[in-house]
Each structure stands twice: as C-alpha cells, then as structure tokens.
C-alpha cells in the first residue's frame, strides 16, 4: 500500500487541479483516497499524468471510490464489461463525446464521475475541455439564482440515442462509430433540480448541461430553449474553462455533478483510443 500524500495544485484555469506524488499502480491509503475524494469535490476534475495502468489497476482505483456503472450506450473494452471503450479510429469522421455534455446526468442518481485514461493519442489535437459549474453558478444574478432555485429540467437521450436523434444519424454514416442500429438504442429521462446541493463539497451548482438537459420541467418547448441556451453560453465561457492536453497515461477523473465537458475533433485523420470507468452517485438534493 502507498504511503505516499498525492500531491494536488489548481490548473490556474477555470477548473480541476493536477495530483502528482501518486502512483496508481499501487494500493492507495484511506488517507489518500478521502483526501482525492475531497479534492475532487473541491476542483471538480483531477488530472494525473504518466499512470500506465492495466485494467484491472483502473478497476481498482474507481472501486476505492464507489461501485462501478456500466455504460449501455458504449461499447466495452474486450473482457472488461465495466470499462467503456471510447475511440476514434484513423479515417473516423465523428468522435464521442464531441459537444458539451455531463455523463449519466439522465439517471435518476446521475454518476459521481467518469475515470479516463488515454491509451492511444493523436499526434496533435484530441484534448478534452471541461467548465465549473460552480462558479457558472456563483456568477448569476440574486435574481436568477433565486428563479432557477424554483426550477426542476428534465434530461433524457431521446434526442441522441432515439431514432430520430443526432447520435443515430452519426452512426448511419459513419458505421463503425457504434456498429449498432438507432433502434437499438435505450431511452431514458428523468428530472433534476436545476440548482443542485453538491454531495461532497456542500456548495451550490447549476446543474444543466447541452447534451441531455431537454427541457425546463413544466415548460414548454418554446419557452425552454431560449432559456437553456442562455444558461449553456453562460456556463461555457472561457474563463470557466481549462483546456487538457492528453497523452498516453494520462488520466483524468472528473467529477459530473459539477463539470460538463466537450471532447475536441480537431484530429481528422488521426486515431484516439480511451478507457473509461464510470462510478454511481446519489440522489441530487434541490
């Protein structure tokens, strides 16, 4: 077991911190494992850098924070059903995960967060941008926070996953993004606060995000989008953003009750290979 204390520094951008004096081969400490879970809640993504673990190394260190959640929506790393295969092979025109989003936010207990490691990079390009959404939050007037405390949205995957959605149309022209039919597809839809208590850290989020929140619960369609699209330029400006460079063995850990993230497709012709284990959260509190 280490014995070692991780190391952990803010980026100096909008969020997340980078944890060095750590080795995720070994058996981390309680002590250091409350200690990530805390900075974690805090910095809202964790960034370690040269971690070349196996699978089973990447199982472990999830497991020391809570149980695992599969992804039906992704496919999964050959003899590893619990790790989801995110990749883009050469010649791929799409990728995954290319538009602001948060993982699993439409379950009923969205994921505490997703654990990423690189495998395989492209020469340039293929880094992933992630915002904080405590201070999207923090920076609203008195009188929206006080609104949006009022407020409920629903989140769902019909308009990704579903027949008529984006996702399906990505897979019929690029085929070998998913090798799935649209119909094959799950849907599911819940409803959230809008404003979020923070399980770890205590402080308020806006908990909304473009790829799943659909709607603002008790609204219409009309009176919704506007609104939506307002919160998601507010929460994606630059200043709340930090910009990852990856690189083989590069893992980052973030958490999405209070991040969203876009992973950039500016690598045509390149290839990107990435293992992801997703761990359960807890219901959200208003």
């Known amino acids: 077991m280490s014995g070692d204390t991780p190391t952990i520094e803010p980026t100096g951008g909008g969020v997340g911190a980078h944890v060095s004096n750590i080795d995720l081969r070994t058996e981390l400490s309680d002590d250091s494992v409350a200690l990530l879970f805390q900075a974690l809640g805090d910095y809202g993504v964790l960034f370690f850098a040269d971690q070349n673990i196996t699978p ?80 999207a939050y923090d920076t609203l007037s008195d009188g929206l926070k006080e609104v949006l405390g009022q407020l409920s949205s629903v989140h769902g995957t019909s308009h990704v996953y579903g027949v008529a959605g984006n996702r399906p149309r990505l897979v019929a022209q690029d085929e070998d993004m998913r090798g799935r039919k649209p119909e094959d597809y799950a849907i599911k839809e819940t409803i959230h606060p809008v404003v979020i208590r923070h399980p770890i850290s205590g402080r308020k989020v806006l908990y909304v995000d473009p790829g799943y929140t659909q709607k603002i619960d008790g609204w219409t369609d009309e009176e919704s989008e506007p609104f939506l699209k307002m919160l998601f330029a507010h929460a994606t400006r630059p200043e709340l953003t930090y910009r990852f460079q990856w690189k083989p063995g590069s893992i980052a850990f973030w958490d999405n009750r209070c991040t969203c993230h876009y992973a950039v497709n500016d690598y045509e012709g390149g290839g990107r290979v990435m293992h992801r284990v997703t761990v359960e959260g807890v219901p959200l509190v208003a």
């Open 56 to 135: 089973d190394q990447h199982l472990a260190f999830a497991g020391r924070f809570a149980p695992v959640v599969p992804n039906v929506f992704l496919d999964q790393v050959p003899g590893y059903p619990d790790i989801s295969l995110v990749q883009k092979r050469k010649g791929q025109r799409y990728n995954i995960g290319g538009d602001w989003h948060t993982d699993h936010s439409y379950d009923k207990e969205p994921a505490l967060g997703s654990i990423l490691v690189a495998r395989e990079t492209p020469e340039r390009g293929g880094d992933t941008l992630f915002t904080n959404m405590y201070t």
